[in-house]
C-alpha cells in the first residue's frame, strides 16, 4: 500500500525546512542565456532577484507556496537554499510582481501568473504539469540542478523544460512516484503535500482532457 503523502512526506519536509531557511547567492550567470533574455527584452534577463520576490513578506524561515486548485490545496516548501533563481522567478510570477510576455514580441506585464492554469499535461502515475499561459512567458532560467536533489520521492515540485538544457521558465510539475529518470534534468524548487488532490487533479485531467482542473490561485507566504 502507498504511503499517502500527507504524512510520508512529513520526515521530508521537515528537512527541507531546515535547509530552506534562505537563499543561497545567484550562481553566475550562463553567458547564452543572459545574451537570450537579454535579446527579447526580459527587464531582468533571466534572473529577477530573490530580494524582489519576497518583498513586502512577514519575515519566516520557511517560504510556502499554497496551491489552491479545483481539488483542494496543495501546500509546498519551497527551497532557495538550492534553487534561488528558479525560487525568486516562481515566488516572482505567483505573486504577480515578475514580468512576463504572453506571446512573442508582446508587452512585458505583471499579474499572477499561475491564476486560473489548467493541468494540460498528466504523465499517468508519475506527474501533473501546470503553468502553462499563453506562448510566455518570454524568458528562459539556468538551470540549477544540485547533486543531492534527485526525484527519489512522491511531492516533488519542479520546474517543466523542453528537454534542452537552460530552457525552463514558469511551467511546473508535481511528482506522484520517485522519477529516478528524471535525476539531473529537472531544477526541483521544494516539496508538497496532499497527494491525494494531486492524484485526483490527475484522475481529473485524464477524464476529461478537454475540460482539465485548473489551479485557481498560488499563495506565497512565510511561516516560522
Not at 130 to 144: A, H, I, K, M, W
Request: hydrophobic fraction near 40%; proline fraction near 10%.
Amino acid at each position: 500500500m502507498r504511503t499517502p503523502l500527507r504524512s510520508g512526506l512529513g520526515l521530508a519536509l521537515v528537512a527541507l525546512c531546515a535547509c530552506a531557511s534562505g537563499p543561497r547567492p545567484f550562481p553566475p550567470p550562463v553567458p547564452e542565456v543572459l545574451a537570450r533574455n537579454q535579446a527579447a527584452g526580459d527587464p531582468h534577463a533571466g534572473r529577477f532577484t530573490y530580494e524582489e520576490a519576497v518583498a513586502g513578506l512577514p519575515e519566516g524561515s520557511r517560504l510556502l507556496a499554497l496551491l489552491r486548485t479545483d481539488a483542494g490545496e496543495i501546500r509546498c516548501v519551497l527551497d532557495p537554499s538550492e534553487a534561488p533563481i528558479a525560487v525568486a522567478n516562481f515566488v516572482g510570477l505567483a505573486r504577480g510582481i515578475r514580468p512576463f510576455q504572453d506571446a512573442p514580441d508582446g508587452p512585458w506585464h505583471t499579474a499572477p501568473y499561475y491564476d486560473g492554469s489548467p493541468v494540460h499535461r498528466v504523465q499517468d502515475g508519475e506527474f501533473i504539469q501546470t503553468g502553462r499561459r499563453g506562448t510566455g512567458p518570454g524568458f528562459v532560467l539556468q538551470d540549477e540542478m544540485s547533486a543531492g536533489h534527485v526525484f527519489d520521492r512522491p511531492g516533488l515540485l519542479a520546474l517543466a523544460n523542453s528537454g534542452a538544457p537552460h530552457s525552463s521558465a514558469a511551467e511546473f510539475f508535481i511528482s506522484i512516484a520517485p522519477l529516478t529518470q528524471l535525476k539531473g534534468k529537472h531544477t526541483i524548487i521544494g516539496s508538497c503535500d496532499s497527494e491525494d488532490v494531486v492524484r485526483e487533479l490527475a484522475r481529473r485531467a485524464l477524464a476529461d482532457a478537454a475540460n482539465p482542473p485548473k489551479i485557481q490561485t498560488v499563495t506565497i507566504r512565510r511561516a516560522p
